[in-house]
């Protein structure tokens, strides 16, 4: 055998396993194309599915999409709100420290008025019992007065009661009598310079 012949033969040789080879080759890449399409239709159906879906998300959205646009005044009046709360709140703190005030005022005023009662009830005692009236009938004379009073009061508020209106006629009206007393101290120092 000739050299060329062994070269030839090994050439055919080779080209034969080259086509095998590439016949091999060939259906391998074939099935893994059939695969690939069969992956592409099942993802092309599922997109088909999807579709329906992302359209309605779509539209959702877009119905959304004003709701969203209100919600940012919404927030800023519901700020200007309690901004406006708190404000009030500070104000009402305010008023309800002035009735603490007020009130606390008005009852050292009942109670200076009840001292300078009771000192002026104490200097007519004396000066009955200087001038020896009886202080027996002193003290009934007050009590009966003052049981006729509350009588007064008594029939104002029931005549106040029975009126439909809640409106307190003239008549029924209680009279209110106002009375000043000196104040015991400076009587009692004017007493001394004299």
């Given at each position: 055998?000739?050299?060329l012949?062994i070269?030839?033969?090994?050439l055919?040789?080779a080209?034969?396993w080259?086509?095998v ?14 695969t690939?399409?069969?992956?592409v ?6 997109l ?8 309605k ?11 969203l ?10 700020s200007?709100a309690?901004?406006?709360l708190?404000?009030d709140?500070?104000e009402?703190?305010g008023?309800?420290?002035?009735v ?12 200076a ?11 007519v ?7 020896g009236?009886d ?9 009966d007065?003052t049981?006729?009073v ?23 009206a209680p009279?209110?009598?106002y009375y000043?007393?000196?104040?015991p101290?400076?009587e009692?120092q ?5």
């Amino acid at each position: 055998m000739e050299p060329l012949q062994i070269v030839l033969i090994v050439l055919a040789v080779a080209g034969v396993w080259a086509v095998v080879e590439l016949a091999l080759t060939l259906r391998k890449s074939r099935s893994t194309i059939q695969t690939v399409d069969r992956a592409v239709g099942e993802l092309n159906e599922t997109l088909g599915e999807a579709r329906p879906v992302i359209a309605k998300l779509d539209t959702t959205l877009d119905d959304l999409q004003p709701a969203l646009n209100q919600v940012e005044p919404l927030l800023k009046q519901g700020s200007i709100a309690i901004e406006a709360l708190s404000a009030d709140l500070i104000e009402v703190n305010g008023v309800l420290r002035d009735v603490s005030e007020v009130t606390g005022s008005m009852s050292s005023a009942s109670g200076a008025v009840s001292g300078i009662a009771s000192a002026a009830s104490e200097k007519v005692q004396r000066l009955f019992s200087k001038h020896g009236v009886d202080t027996a009938a002193t003290d009934r004379a007050i009590a009966d007065r003052t049981s006729d009073v509350q009588e007064d009061r008594a029939d104002a508020a029931d005549s106040h009661d029975e009126d439909p209106d809640g409106a307190a006629t003239p008549e029924s009206a209680p009279r209110r009598q106002y009375y000043t007393y000196d104040d015991p101290v400076t009587e009692q120092q004017e007493k001394s310079d004299e």
